[in-house]
């Protein structure tokens, strides 16, 4: 399929929905399961079997359709505006997004979408955890804290009650990207998801180097956002060794306080920040079939063998022939 067929199939029936808001209720009570929120009731969409085996699935949120009720997901969701304008509001707070803009949303975070007019088109894209653990997590850019923040959304300990909207209505690439997605996405053929695949993960790339956000993230949060963007790329350049007061040392901060900034604003530990490091690198270097397990511990920096079976079984739900194995 090409840009031109792709924009008829958009003008479509296929992306018209002319449901009005009591028809799209009553639709998703006999689909989704219904859960009390705040004195009305929300939907929890979509179930791991819809997935059929892929990192993600790709809908419309068609032209013309009624209310979406109050809902989540127990995955990513990301929405592109093609054409328009979306209305969603996010817990009790409304944002809108306008032609090119994407929004993030977090696992498990409330929302809904305003009515859509003929003119409004979005583009649904939701990645199941195995997109980002077990496959494209190593390419991400290590040095912005925006990767970070992604990378936090597939925490399984936290429950997260974030969104990040980008507004990129000018930007081709991800325009394009888009376009590319749905072309596989309505034409699909050998290898269409794997392609797909690959899109999203340039779409994610290019979106973690764009400084041009809103987000409801406190803004102490990224108030620290220049000291913690050094600390991230110090642990990408000195991951093997580890050595938190050595870091200190070289910024010139004192280790307690350094740790407690580490902790608040990247939710997590020095010492787990370097494992995460560890094992992104490990999992490069497991593609290699040749290289001993032994090998790539003692080069990540674990010297003990024992200990890098369990981190990377702790890490990523495989041990590293597993791992090895399902990457074929």
């Known amino acids: 399929m090409n840009y031109q067929v792709l924009e008829e199939t958009l003008k479509s029936s296929k992306a018209y929905s002319y449901t009005s808001d009591e ?22 969409f979509h179930h791991e079997r819809e997935f059929q085996n892929r990192n993600h699935i790709i809908s419309l949120h068609q032209r ?4 979406v009720p109050m809902h989540i997901f127990h995955y990513i969701v ?11 509001t996010v ?15 977090d696992k498990h975070v409330p929302h809904s979408v305003a009515p859509t007019t003929e003119n409004d088109l979005g583009v649904n894209i939701i990645l199941h955890e195995n997109y980002f653990s077990h496959r494209f997590i190593n390419k991400l850019p290590n040095d912005q804290l925006i990767t970070q923040f992604m990378i936090e959304l597939m925490n399984h300990q936290h429950t997260h009650n974030h969104y990040l909207l980008f507004y990129t209505h000018q930007d081709q690439l991800i325009h394009n990207c888009i376009q590319n997605i749905l072309c596989e996405y309505f034409d699909s ?3 269409s998801d794997d392609i797909i695949d690959n ?10 180097r764009i400084g041009q956000y809103n987000t409801n993230l406190s803004v102490n949060t990224f108030k620290n956002k ?23 040392q070289h910024f010139g901060y004192d280790p307690s306080y350094t740790s407690k900034l580490i902790k608040k604003f990247a939710g997590k530990t020095f010492k787990q920040m370097v494992n995460e490091e560890r094992m992104k690198k490990a999992m490069i270097l497991l593609q290699n079939k ?28 495989y041990t590293p022939q597993e791992y090895r194995n399902q990457l074929s």
């Open 226 to 248: 220049d000291l913690l963007d050094k600390i991230i790329l110090y642990i990408h350049q000195h991951y093997q060794e580890g050595n938190l007061k050595k870091m200190c």
């Open 290 to 317: 040749e290289l001993p397990v032994y090998e790539i511990a003692q080069e990540v920096g674990i010297h003990n063998l024992t200990s890098f079976y369990k981190r990377f079984h702790e890490y990523s739900g």
């Open 199 to 208: 899109y999203i993960m340039i779409l994610i790339t290019h979106l973690a």
């Open 23 to 44: 028809e799209l209720i009553n639709h998703f009570k006999d689909k989704f399961t219904i859960v009390p929120f705040h004195h009305d009731i929300m939907f929890i």
């Open 91 to 105: 817990e009790d707070e409304t944002v809108t997004l306008h032609q090119g803009d994407i929004i993030i949303l």
């Open 64 to 67: 013309s359709s009624g209310r």
């Open 189 to 191: 053929q050998l290898s």
């Open 78 to 88: 990301m929405t592109y505006v093609y054409s328009g304008t979306f209305v969603i």
